[in-house]
């Protein structure tokens, strides 16, 4: 007859169960070990308990939703890998870099604008390969300015060449297609779960510079046919004048379109007039809306003061004092828009920022709101780094990749946890 093994007896719950559980256990070490007292094996059972529960903790949180991390109030960014000309062999270096993307093996890829290139690295940072070189052919560039992974392939906007380019992850070229001024300027390129390509265009009327411009959402598919347009809205980011001189002079403060892709495929818009959010499904047109109550913030002379000292005006290549044409042609509100950004993180949670009165907390506070709308907390950054809110930044799961300038002055691609 086939043995049985005994049925192990029922554990006790709670602390005193955990004590005797360790009673046990310490006996049948005491039993092989009768030089070591019972109080000292006792003791390290326990402590090595604990730590276990401590590690156990700590993989809990690595587990935890970004929407219970908001709903706390307050988060933190915790670097993890920071790439720079260090991560690179000698003779590679980040010159204006513009753009990250991820594919599904987490490989980095960092477009590189002014060097006419791709950096792509492994998911731990381990420098891979360049991509592409300055030129006209197939594979090469002339300024690139915007990227993204769509599905198997990385899409560029090749400025100068005035085109759309596709590559291989490896950065074999698969196609090209020419994209005419006239068609509008891609300022946003972001893809959908199945492949297809959104690209926020902005178009101006030539025969009147004194016309808003249209920012347009047009959907295209992977192999850049146009599809359908999601969205379009009147803006007044640039005044276009002739004289003295032709040029664009940004007006600062007025309200934009802002968007973001979520993981499920819905477009976020808002145009920040008001506190209003759109969802809008690529193919069912716009799904619903929400709204929140904020508070109105002002321009100030302060701010003012800022946008022009900001301002860079050079005639043949000297920098100068920005000439009152512009100051006169520039318009400034007397409150700021409802909100500056809309990001929506890897779970669909959609982050919305708005201004704040002290202006060194625009990049420490944003609103939280659910998938489908719900607010979840008005949401804190503490510690020393803030909310990489800009277009450079991409989610991957609750770490956020971004570009910036660190202490050092180098350039540098850093990827954050998103920490409670």
Request: charged share 25%; proline share 5%.
């Amino acid at each position: 007859m086939e043995s049985k093994s005994p049925k192990a007896p029922a554990s006790l719950s709670g602390r005193r169960g955990l004590i005797c559980e360790i009673d046990r256990f310490a006996s049948r070490i005491y039993t092989k070990n009768k030089g070591v007292k019972m109080k000292n094996i006792r003791s390290l059972l326990l402590f090595l308990i604990v730590l276990t529960a401590f590690f156990a903790f700590l993989e809990a949180d690595g587990q935890e939703l970004l929407a219970d991390l908001y709903r706390m109030g307050k988060i933190r960014l915790v670097p993890e890998i920071a790439l720079d000309d260090d991560s690179m062999p000698e003779d590679v270096f980040f010159h204006n870099p513009m753009a990250i993307s991820c594919d599904k093996e987490g490989n980095v890829y960092i477009l590189d604008y002014k060097a006419n290139d791709i950096k792509k690295f492994d998911s731990y940072g381990k420098f891979i390969k360049i991509i592409g070189r300055r030129g006209q052919g197939p594979g090469e560039f002339n300024m690139p300015f915007l990227m993204t992974f769509a599905r198997d392939r990385l899409v560029i906007w090749d400025m100068m060449n005035l085109r759309f380019c596709g590559l291989t992850p490896n950065g074999d070229y698969i196609e090209s297609v020419n994209f005419p001024f006239e068609a509008g300027w891609p300022r946003k390129l972001k893809s959908l779960p199945n492949g297809s390509i959104l690209i926020e265009l902005e178009k101006r009327d030539r025969s009147d510079l004194n016309a808003p411009q249209e920012c347009i959402l047009d959907l295209y598919s992977s192999d850049f046919k146009y599809k359908k347009t999601i969205y379009s809205h009147h803006v007044l980011r640039n005044k276009y004048v002739r004289k003295p001189r032709s040029v664009n002079i940004p007006q600062p403060y007025t309200p934009l379109v802002y968007w973001d892709v979520s993981p499920d495929g819905k477009v976020i818009i808002g145009f920040s007039e008001k506190y209003e959010i759109e969802i809008h499904g690529s193919d069912k047109g716009k799904i619903s809306s929400f709204t929140h109550p904020y508070e109105s913030v002002k321009v100030t002379e302060e701010d003012k003061k800022a946008h022009f000292a900001g301002m860079t005006f050079s005639v043949d290549g000297v920098r100068q004092k920005t000439p009152d044409f512009i100051i006169e042609k520039t318009e400034f509100p007397k409150f700021k828009p409802a909100f500056w950004n809309i990001m929506v993180d890897s779970e669909g949670n959609i982050l919305v920022f708005t201004h704040r009165k002290n202006r060194e907390e625009m990049f420490r506070y944003f609103d939280a709101f659910s998938s489908e709308g719900n607010f979840i907390a008005h949401v804190q950054v503490v510690g020393d780094v803030p909310f990489p809110a800009t277009r450079s930044a991409t989610f991957i799961g609750r770490t956020i990749w971004t570009l910036g300038q660190g202490e050092d002055e180098l350039i540098k691609a850093i990827k954050y946890k998103i920490s409670n």
